[in-house]
């Protein structure tokens, strides 16, 4: 009886989950299509004129542009700082490391909008006025905790003699480590730097105070274009990021698995 | 004179070969914890030397620091008579097994092999022939194309063991090679690597703590404890000879009896007033003890019965065990007033023997040996 209750009970809370999950999606995609000009659903009709006026729409590719660089950038030096930074502690070769690894991690559990306040009036006192290089290191500190929590993961699970192991068989430390330790622990920093990336490029709650009118991001001049021409255009600009996404995630599952990319 | 001089010649060389390996007054601290010591030890060429010792005593730092992945803070090492001491370990050309085994999981037993010579760059060409070889020497052919994850502990042992012997290393260190093997396979491959070091003629280092394991493979056993080496000798002058109460202790099975040594040793003779009475022990190369002592006896020396002459030393004690080991038997026996019991090897228990009773127990005085009280 219990078993087939709680049998029951896992089907319906997927169901739920996948449910909550995918009707936003599908419902944005299919407004996408749509012909009407407002947001309706269902849509009545199918065109791409959505799809096209995206190019006409005030900054809308300039900040997708701008999103792209921001993460992109912000997700490399996280991806190389934080990598070494991580090797530093497992190999605990500065005192203190574990609290080192903590406080790089610590932005995840802070809300957004304090960490915006704070580099907004960081950025005020050390003098900084240009909106890109804020928000580059805004997102270099935002990026950090995925890369660090995936990276220690997977080098929690490294066995350093692999690296003795390469050195004793002629290979350089430098060398050994990119020989033995980059491939093993590919997949989890992978898997780290996806999320990274996807993190920078849909925050709002911190670029919103480093943004000026010159520099927007993707997600605020979304809304931006939401409150002063509510059309599909924005359902089409969605649609395309979940097709980007998808095209992400089969680009990973091809390079290094995603399984192995979850399991970490 | 032309013959005199080949002889020196010859005899240098001689020597020189017997310091193949030469480990020099080294030390080794770690914050302030001194865990080797002013450590000297030389290895010849082609031999096979087991580091033997309690877990902390230093086995595996000694060996990092031969392999240079540690850097001593003071000594020297030497092989074949050119110094290391600032030779980066990938420059060493030294062989390692690692108690893991440390196997590349990213690259299949073929790849594993052959990453040495690929880093060493080797010529394409050349590389699959060794490869080759290196996995027909531990009989791992049939395994080349197999991911590491998919071989057993005994397979995956055999693949470390080729990765490090196809770069033809000028000495090959193992630390605990067979830790995570089980009993069986275990001397199993005790005796294959053994054969195969052998004839390959590599000089090797072999960590251990486990005592059987070094008897039975070992041209020399270097006994180790915290950070020195207390004796250094054949397998045979190891256990029958030990040079230190912990060497005693910590090779083979033995009985310790506390003591009080008499000042005058007679003709090289100590005797020993012990709570089981009078006992004599052979003292060696003229040294004297007095004071208190421990008295070591190794079981299978002990016979049951009286003695027959003055050449034994006689005791009498209460059986307390019979354990049964199929081709022996271990008799214990709880002498009064000791704390330590005896044990006694026999072959077959002898009719008429049961727990509790008190019988006489002997061996011979020159089998009995003597260490000052630590
Ligand atoms: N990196 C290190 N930092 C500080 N202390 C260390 C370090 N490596 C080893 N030690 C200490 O040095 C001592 C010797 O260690 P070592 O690993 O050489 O022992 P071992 O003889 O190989 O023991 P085992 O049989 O358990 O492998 C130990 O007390 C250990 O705690
Ligand atoms: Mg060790």
Redesign the pocket.
Known sequence: MIPRLSFALCWVMLSLALLFLFTPIVIVVAVSFTESAVFSFPPQGFSLKWYYSIRNADGLLASAWLSAQVAFISTLISLVLGTLCAIAVVRRMVPGGDVIATFMASPLMIPGLVLGIAFLQAARLVGLNDAYTTLLVAHVVLTMPFIMRTVLASLSMFDFSMVDAARMLGCSYPRALWRVLVPNILPGVMSGALFAFIASFDNYPISIFLVDVHTKTLPIQLLNQLEMSPDPTVAATSALLILATVLALIVCDRLVGLKRMTTI | MNLVATEAARERAASANKRYLDVAAVTKR??T?T?LQDLNISVARSEFISLL????????????LIAGLMKPDGGRIAINGSDLTQVPAHKRNIGVVF?NYALFPHLTVEQNVAFGLEAQRTPKAEIGARVQNALALVRMQAFAERRISALSGGQQQRVAVARALVVKPSLLLL??PFSALDRKLRETMQIELRHLLRDLEITSIF?T?DQDEALVMSDRIAV?NE?RIEQLGTPDEVYSAPASLHVLEFVGQSTRIGGTADASALNGTASVETPLGKILAPLHDGSGVSGKVVLGVRPECIALGERPDANFNEISAELTDIVFFGSKTALHFQPPGADDRIQVEVARVPSGIAQGVALKLYWPISETMVYPAP
């Open positions: 770690f914050g914890a865990v010792g309690p877990s902390g005593c230093g086995k595996t730092t000694l060996l990092r108690q630390d605990e960590v703590h180790m950070g």
